[in-house]
């Protein structure tokens, strides 16, 4: 047995492309058997029960409260997101929501530090930064940041800048 696979070896290494065909063929099978293939990623499975780090993490919330969050989208519909009318609008929602028992926080683009909007050295943002609930901000660069920042795009903030994402923390 052991010599049958020195010999197919040798012949496939004598052919690369036979080589590179056998691996494309392995990969589409195994392509085939991803299509079924489930991860479940709760912490049931993912910890090791009696591990300290998940004592830790339970001491922690138990000290600090629960680490549960809702996530909200908002879209102006009639108004471009990053206009004076939809933050007035936007902020009036967080307030209404953190007048909502059970809600302990409420964070949305308006807290979003802005580098750029107007621009700013790094020591300035050291010490305080721009967003959008100060009247500094310049909301035609804040929008153009939102919309072009690799850390807000598509997170935060949709990439044709019409709507964003409000996280809120339950207690």
């Known amino acids: 047995m052991t010599k049958f696979f020195a010999d197919l070896y040798r012949k496939i290494y004598d052919v690369p492309l036979l080589m590179?065909?056998?691996v494309s063929l392995l990969t589409v099978f195994a392509g085939f058997g991803l299509r079924g293939f489930t991860f479940d990623a709760s912490t049931d499975t993912l910890v090791e029960e009696g591990d300290?780090?998940?004592a830790e993490y339970q001491e922690v919330t138990e000290t600090f409260g629960s680490d549960e969050f809702l996530l909200l989208t908002y879209d102006p519909l009639d108004d471009p997101l990053i206009s004076d009318p939809a933050i007035a609008k936007l902020e009036n929602l967080e307030q209404r929501l953190l007048d909502l028992p059970g809600l302990?926080?409420?964070?949305?683009?308006?807290?979003?530090?802005l580098l750029k909007s107007p621009p700013i050295t790094l020591s300035e943002w050291r010490d305080d930064y721009n967003t959008l609930r100060k009247p500094?901000?310049?909301?035609?660069?804040?929008?153009?940041?939102?919309?072009?920042?690799?850390?807000?795009?598509?997170?935060?903030?949709?990439?044709?800048?019409?709507?964003?994402?409000?996280?809120?923390?339950?207690?």
Request: a negative charge; hydrophobic letters at 50%.
């Open 104 to 113: 302990s926080n409420v964070t949305s683009v308006l807290d979003a530090p």
């Open 136 to 171: 500094e901000a310049d909301l035609a660069l804040a929008a153009d940041e939102l919309r072009e920042s690799p850390v807000y795009r598509d997170l935060l903030i949709s990439s044709d800048g019409d709507v964003t994402a409000m996280s809120i923390d339950l207690e």
């Open 52 to 54: 300290p780090a998940l």
């Open 20 to 22: 590179l065909a056998l």
